[in-house]
Nanobody, 123 residues
Framework: QVQLVESGGGLVQAGGSLRLSCAASGRTFSSYAMGWFRQAPGKEREFVTAITRSGGSTFYAGSVKGRFTFSRDNAKNTVYLQMNSLKPEDTAVYYC????????????????WGQGTQVTVSA
């Protein structure tokens, strides 16, 4: 069992930055690849980025590539999403999730989810 708690969301102007954190409970954190997803009002949840268990590989949705950076610190059981050059269309609730798969952008493959943190980007 893994429990995930996101933090770091908030209100920021377009062009600004935020760093989201997701703290995981349990001793097996390094056994899970991690992902971030987001859901805007009236829209379906969408994949943002994923990272392997070691943190050695990441991949990103095209809409955030070059602006977002996903990293993890297995010693602290925490992953981080650095979001730069934010745009109003990045406004959403952001969720971190854990999967036993190697790495995937498929939400159905994720076993554990956090409660989400709101990110609002004003124009």
């Amino acid at each position: 069992q893994v429990q995930l708690v996101e933090s770091g969301g908030g209100l920021v102007q377009a062009g600004g930055s935020l760093r989201l954190s997701c703290a995981a409970s349990g001793r097996t954190f390094s056994s899970y690849a991690m992902g971030w997803f987001r859901q805007a009002p009236g829209k379906e949840r969408e994949f943002v980025t994923a990272i392997t268990r070691s943190g050695g590989s990441t991949f990103y949705a095209g809409s955030v590539k070059g602006r977002f950076t996903f990293s993890r610190d297995n010693a602290k059981n925490t992953v981080y999403l650095q979001m730069n050059s934010l745009k109003p269309e990045d406004t959403a609730v952001y969720y971190c999730a854990a999967t036993g798969a190697v790495i995937t952008g498929n939400a159905d493959r994720y076993d554990y989810w956090g409660q989400g943190t709101q990110v609002t980007v004003s124009a």
